[in-house]
């Protein structure tokens, strides 16, 4: 009989998916894991268990195993998931959903990268810029979440692209994905410093506040069993979208007139005399199409995460529906998953957030406002001097405003331009509530942030064994509580960098830090389109195996649900098409590659700097540079193989497709002997 695994003394349990009610089946989230014969472990060159199979798990009576059984189904929820033939399912209510869902893609991106695009090319360039990386993360996700509502599988990003494309590339992709997470962490908590600065308090303040006990909730707020923290981030995620909405209705009003001017400020500063909708910064470019490019690659950093809130909504289906587990129930039709709210309004509803915002900023402040923050690569910016008597009258049209600004000591181009708009308002309290919510929505993303990457890096330990890898592999287990406490603790490792922020020459931080924080988060930024391009590569192989192999399959009543091509005179069993394919899928990865290769180097067209280089390439060199390792690591230099995954053969992929059916199957299982969330011993044993 299987040991139960959180039972008695044993802390290295696998985490089970299904105690994740508000995030179950998540491609990028918290892998799963269930009790495994060892005598059915399979090693491959790098030590990892691959997949029990179906006959597996009938073999070694993994259904009726005393320490595994199918949950209860008895509970009434609204916006229920079930799974598999026992009709589990998790709940939570569909206000939670979709708070969680925008709150996650809501981050500090918009607040202070909008303002570095108005300063280097006008409102033009704001506007244009969040419309076109809107649309790539639509295209993008279209592909991710087809695969997604075929298989809601956990490391999903990971398998797809092993599964479809190169295995050593899937695990390259991941460990990109847990990078960049990682080190976003500790970039956030950088930029929460910045704006905790805006109430200029002293090191010992700056350094216990948001270097110490920031840092400490974070780790305890992730170390809470996954029902907790769901709710945390469900919370953070409302207030998050309640502070936009907030913010972007205050815009309006001091658009409007409301504040010290006393009159409207309109679209005067959209064309009008001295404020061109389209300006060109020279000492960034020497034309707009240049400043255009490198607003793109400002602008996507505010969309990383749009793939998490794909993955999460996949949670919310109809009540009465299940996919049938048995060959006997192939007649009956799929479940119409509502996966398409996710991938078709998330993305969308982020971009028109993102579109409404910007727009109220950029008609609040004029592009030539001194105090937006400048290009970092700039070495100038930190030595800027603004002074009322030497402003340009056309830029500023209240000097007294200006007075008021350096009286308060906050001279440096370092605010965010919502933040400048409430200053300039003169409201009392407007500013430091702006500021505060981004505050709020800068820790709570480092939040979501630790918690993607400690699930990642879960994902990717979680199946290795034997002596050569067991330091790794410790890592892959989690405590009683089924939280990887050692991957997230690892996941930490970058997260005392902030700190340099201590390290100060007059009032901002000194420019070799800076460049260094801006290179590692630019560098994740980047790291994530990596992944996005591979998922839509992954998807268009997938696609064109399916109908290449449409005959084959459609004659296979166990393969109806990947069909995606059926006869007309069939039934389709398909769960969900996106939408425009294929040229969504080409659109995708064109896109990407685009901003990969064209607008990430654009920087360096006028001239070179050595942090624009760093930012572009730094992390496409890692990367191919860890996929050659474990390709020559695993096959050897003479013997080393180039080759993509086979989907020319219909047998080999009949194969694929069940290994990910099985892995999406063995997520129905539960262990009996979880324990209780109580305070006495909240996070149960690392």
């Known amino acids: 009989m299987a040991q139960t695994p959180y039972s008695g003394a044993d802390s290295d349990s696998p985490l089970n998916i299904l105690d994740i009610d508000w995030i179950r089946g998540s491609g990028i989230?918290?892998?799963?894991?269930?009790?495994?014969?060892?005598?059915?472990?399979?090693?491959?060159?790098?030590?990892?268990?691959?997949?029990?199979?179906?006959?597996?798990?009938?073999?070694?009576s993994l259904k009726s195993s005393n320490s595994i059984h199918i949950l209860d189904q008895s509970r009434t929820h609204i916006g229920t998931l079930p799974v598999g033939a026992s009709g589990r399912t998790v709940r939570q209510p569909q206000v939670a959903w979709n708070s969680y869902l925008l709150g996650g893609v809501l981050g500090v991106g918009l607040y202070v990268k909008s303002g570095t695009i108005l300063q280097i090319g006008g409102p033009g360039a704001v506007l244009i810029s969040f419309t076109v990386m809107g649309l790539l993360s639509w295209t993008v996700m279209q592909c991710l979440g087809e695969m997604l509502a075929l298989w809601p599988i956990s490391g999903a990003l990971i398998e797809f692209v092993g599964t479809f494309v190169d295995r050593e590339l899937g695990v390259t992709v991941g460990i990109a994905y847990w990078f960049t997470y990682a080190i976003n962490t500790a970039a956030i908590m950088f930029a929460a410093a910045g704006e905790m600065r805006f109430w200029e308090p002293t090191n010992a303040v700056m350094g216990t506040t948001m270097f110490l006990i920031a840092p400490i909730c974070l780790i305890f707020f992730n170390s809470f069993g996954v029902e907790v923290y769901g709710w945390i981030e469900v919370v953070a995620g409302v207030l998050k979208i309640l502070g936009l909405f907030a913010i972007i209705c205050s815009m309006i009003a001091i658009n409007t007139g409301a504040g010290s001017q006393n009159e409207a400020i309109g679209a005067k500063y959209y064309g009008g005399s001295g404020y061109p909708m389209f300006s060109v910064s020279k000492t960034v470019a020497d034309d707009w199409a240049t400043i255009l490019f490198i607003s793109f690659s400002i602008a996507i950093f505010a969309f990383i995460g749009v793939e998490m809130a794909?993955?999460?909504?996949?949670?919310?289906?109809?009540?009465?529906?299940?996919?049938?587990?048995?060959?006997?129930?192939?007649?009956?039709?799929?479940?119409?998953?509502?996966?398409?709210?996710?991938?078709?309004?998330?993305?969308?509803?982020?971009?028109?957030?993102?579109?409404?915002?910007?727009?109220?900023?950029?008609?609040?402040?004029?592009?030539?406002?001194?105090?937006?923050?400048e290009a970092t690569w700039l070495k100038h910016h930190s030595n800027k001097t603004i002074n009322a008597d030497t402003i340009n009258a056309t830029c500023w049209p209240n000097p007294d405003n200006l007075k008021r600004i350096n009286a308060t000591g906050l001279n440096h181009p370092t605010l965010s331009g919502f933040v400048l708009s409430a200053m300039f308002s003169r409201i009392p309290g407007l500013a430091h509530f702006f500021n505060a919510i981004l505050l709020m929505t800068a820790i709570s993303a480092a939040n979501t942030n630790l918690y993607i990457a400690s699930r990642t890096l879960f994902g990717l330990f979680r199946k290795l064994d034997g002596n050569r890898w067991k330091l790794l592999a410790f890592f892959g287990r989690t405590n009683?509580?089924?939280?990887?406490?050692?991957?997230?603790?690892?996941?930490c490792m970058f997260i005392w960098i902030p700190c340099l922020y201590l390290i100060q020459d007059g009032q901002s931080p000194t420019d070799a830090i800076s460049v260094l924080l801006d290179v590692l988060s630019q560098t994740g930024s980047v790291g994530c389109l990596i992944v996005w391009a591979c998922e839509s590569w992954a998807f268009i192989r997938f696609y064109n195996c399916m109908k290449a192999h449409r005959e084959e399959l459609n004659n296979l009543p166990e393969f109806a649900h990947v069909c995606r091509f059926p006869d007309r005179q069939t039934q389709s069993r398909y769960p969900w098409r996106s939408h425009g394919q294929p040229l969504t899928m080409y659109a995708a990865v064109l896109g990407c590659l685009f901003v990969l290769i064209v607008a990430d180097g654009a920087a360096l067209w006028k001239a070179f700097h050595a942090q624009s280089f760093l930012t572009a390439y730094l992390a496409p060199i890692c990367f191919i540079a860890l996929f050659l390792t474990m390709k020559f690591y695993k096959y050897g230099f003479r013997h080393i193989n180039w080759h993509l995954e086979d989907l020319s053969n219909v047998n080999v992929v009949k194969r694929k497709i069940q290994e990910l059916d099985d892995i999406k199957d063995r997520?129905?299982?539960?262990?009996?002997?979880?324990q209780p969330i109580g305070w006495p011993n909240l996070w149960g044993r690392v």
């Open 29 to 60: 989230f918290t892998p799963v894991s269930t009790t495994e014969p060892a005598s059915t472990s399979k090693q491959s060159v790098y030590g990892i268990k691959e997949p029990l199979t179906s006959r597996d798990v009938e073999n070694h």
């Open 310 to 373: 794909a993955a999460a909504a996949l949670e919310v289906r109809p009540e009465n529906h299940s996919r049938p587990r048995q060959k006997s129930d192939w007649a009956w039709p799929w479940p119409r998953i509502t996966v398409r709210f996710c991938v078709t309004w998330a993305p969308f509803v982020a971009y028109v957030v993102y579109f409404v915002a910007g727009l109220m900023m950029t008609m609040n402040i004029p592009s030539c406002n001194p105090l937006l923050p």
């Open 480 to 491: 009683n509580y089924q939280v990887p406490v050692r991957a997230m603790v690892l996941s």
């Open 667 to 674: 997520a129905t299982a539960k262990d009996t002997g979880k």
